[in-house]
C-alpha cells in the first residue's frame, strides 16, 4: 500500500484521498521546471498549475519562488486534500486552490508559467477506478483543450511546461505548433542508461527561439541517482 504522505525536506504531500500518488517523474518535472524559472530569471509574478492533484509541484514551486500559485483541480476530493497540504506548508498565504474544470476556469488574469502534469493515457487502457480513470486519463481533459487553455492563459514571453509520456511527445508538439505555442525545451527522461526514454518534458512559449534539447537518466548504472537528477532533487528530497 502506498505511503499517505510523501515527506520533503520543507514539506509534506499527504496523498491518502488523491488516486495519484508522488512519483519520481512528476518530482523532476517540478524541479526542472522551477530551474529553468530561476535560470532564465522569468519573471514569473504569477503561475498556475493545472491539474494538481495532491499540489505537489505547486509546493515544489513555491519552494523556491516568491510568487502567488493558482492550482485547479476538477476532483473534489483531490481539490480539499491539496488545499489541506498548501495550507500546512510555509507558503499557504500565496498558494490558491480552485475546485473548477479548467475548461470554464476564468481567473481574470493571465500567467507567466503555466505547469501541468496532465491526465496523458489517451487512448489505452482504463482502469475499472473512475477516480484512476480522471487522474491518468483524459476522461476530463484532452491534450487538445489543455493546450488551448495555456495558449489563452499565458502571458507574452511566459512558458507552458508540460510533463507526457514518450508515446505522447510528438504528438503534442505538433498539436501545439496549430496554435503557435513553440517548443523552447525538450527534455527526455530514461530510468537508466539501458532503459528507453519513457517520458517527456516540453517547455513552449509563444515565440519562436532556438529548441533546447536535454537527456535526463534518473538512476545511474551503478543503480544510484545521477548526478543531473541528484543536482535537480537535493534540495527537496529529504536524503539527497
Same mark, same amino acid.
Given at each position: 500500500?502506498?505511503?499517505?504522505?510523501?515527506?520533503?525536506?520543507?514539506?509534506?504531500?499527504?496523498?491518502?484521498?488523491?488516486?495519484?500518488?508522488?512519483?519520481?517523474?512528476?518530482?523532476?518535472?517540478?524541479?526542472?521546471?522551477?530551474? =529553468?524559472?530561476?535560470?532564465?530569471?522569468? /519573471?514569473?509574478?504569477? +503561475?498556475? &498549475?493545472? #491539474?494538481?492533484?495532491?499540489? $505537489? !509541484?505547486?509546493?515544489?514551486?513555491?519552494?523556491?519562488?516568491?510568487?502567488?500559485?493558482?492550482?485547479?483541480?476538477?476532483?473534489?476530493?483531490?481539490?480539499?486534500?491539496?488545499?489541506?497540504?498548501?495550507?500546512?506548508?510555509?507558503?499557504?498565504?500565496?498558494?490558491?486552490?480552485?475546485?473548477?474544470?479548467?475548461?470554464?476556469?476564468?481567473?481574470?488574469?493571465?500567467?507567466?508559467?503555466?505547469?501541468?502534469?496532465?491526465?496523458?493515457?489517451?487512448?489505452?487502457?482504463?482502469?475499472?477506478?473512475?477516480?484512476?480513470?480522471?487522474?491518468?486519463?483524459?476522461?476530463?481533459?484532452? =491534450?487538445?483543450?489543455?493546450?488551448?487553455? /495555456?495558449?489563452?492563459? +499565458?502571458? &507574452?514571453? #511566459?512558458?507552458?511546461?508540460? $510533463? !507526457?509520456?514518450?508515446?505522447?511527445?510528438?504528438?503534442?508538439?505538433?498539436?501545439?505548433?496549430?496554435?503557435?505555442?513553440?517548443?523552447?525545451?525538450?527534455?527526455?527522461?530514461?530510468?537508466?542508461?539501458?532503459?528507453?526514454?519513457?517520458?517527456?518534458?516540453?517547455?513552449?512559449?509563444?515565440?519562436?527561439?532556438?529548441?533546447?534539447?536535454?537527456?535526463?537518466?534518473?538512476?545511474?548504472?551503478?543503480?544510484?541517482?545521477?548526478?543531473?537528477?541528484?543536482?535537480?532533487?537535493?534540495?527537496?528530497?529529504?536524503?539527497?
Amino acid at each position: 500500500m502506498p505511503n499517505n504522505y510523501f515527506q520533503f525536506k520543507q514539506f509534506t504531500v499527504y496523498q491518502d484521498r488523491c488516486a495519484m500518488k508522488v512519483c519520481t517523474d512528476a518530482c523532476l518535472f517540478g524541479a526542472y521546471v522551477t530551474e =529553468l524559472i530561476i535560470k532564465e530569471n522569468i /519573471a514569473a509574478s504569477n +503561475i498556475l &498549475d493545472i #491539474g494538481s492533484g495532491t499540489g $505537489l !509541484l505547486t509546493l515544489m514551486l513555491a519552494q523556491k519562488t516568491t510568487t502567488q500559485i493558482d492550482a485547479v483541480e476538477i476532483d473534489e476530493v483531490a481539490y480539499q486534500q491539496a488545499a489541506n497540504n498548501f495550507s500546512e506548508s510555509p507558503w499557504g498565504e500565496r498558494l490558491h486552490i480552485f475546485n473548477d474544470d479548467i475548461t470554464a476556469f476564468r481567473p481574470g488574469k493571465k500567467y507567466d508559467c503555466i505547469i501541468s502534469n496532465p491526465p496523458f493515457f489517451e487512448d489505452d487502457l482504463k482502469s475499472v477506478d473512475k477516480n484512476k480513470n480522471a487522474a491518468k486519463h483524459d476522461t476530463t481533459l484532452t =491534450l487538445q483543450q489543455l493546450l488551448s487553455v /495555456a495558449n489563452a492563459f +499565458i502571458i &507574452d514571453d #511566459g512558458i507552458f511546461a508540460v $510533463l !507526457l509520456p514518450i508515446h505522447r511527445v510528438n504528438y503534442c508538439m505538433e498539436e501545439a505548433a496549430k496554435l503557435n505555442l513553440f517548443l523552447h525545451k525538450k527534455v527526455l527522461v530514461k530510468q537508466t542508461p539501458t532503459h528507453d526514454f519513457f517520458r517527456g518534458i516540453l517547455i513552449f512559449s509563444n515565440h519562436s527561439s532556438t529548441l533546447m534539447e536535454e537527456t535526463i537518466t534518473i538512476k545511474n548504472d551503478t543503480g544510484n541517482y545521477s548526478e543531473r537528477f541528484e543536482e535537480l532533487l537535493k534540495d527537496y528530497y529529504l536524503y539527497l
